[in-house]
């Protein structure tokens, strides 16, 4: 290791042993609190444990809504290709235009969930929304369509939204820990 500043230096888990900058709150990979007296006791708490299983368990939770994003990206565009394939006297390019367009504002949200997941779950659920009371007002009848998938979606997101604050709540608190 060089000695070019505090911005380089490492913490080294000492469950897994991985190094991380010493900006992580806790270990990228087991989510045990690096930010603790481990150095003088060398052994991690039961409180420790409690929170890195509680990270693991928000870290399914946000992939599971991550991965439910991707697959509204995929299904919007498959479901305006079928559109322009099925209904007659439209405008096919600009459906699939319109489609492409929207598949890749899930598909980018879902893409930066690791990086800003508040932000991307908050979006994706505002994006799904407008979009459904766009078409609720072009056809009313859109509302009650294909209900048990909005609310899938609708659940789902929500369920990321809650997991991503709460993983930034425990992160707070093991600051103020210090
Ligand atoms: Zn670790």
Redesign the pocket.
Known sequence: MNNSGLLDASVT??????ESSLQEVV??????PLVNDFKENNRFSREDRDISHRLLDIDTQINKARMLLFFVSGITLIQHFFFMTVEEGVNGSAILIEGAIISLIYFVFAWFVPKFPRVCFIGGLLTYLTLRYLAYLINPATLTSSMLFKVIVIGGLSHGILNAFWAVRIKDKLRARV
């Not at 888990?13 to 991985?18: A, G, I, R, S």
């Not at 270990?27 to 045990?32: A, E, G, S, T």
């Open positions: 888990c000492l469950n897994c042993e991985l270990c990228p990979k087991c989510k045990i």
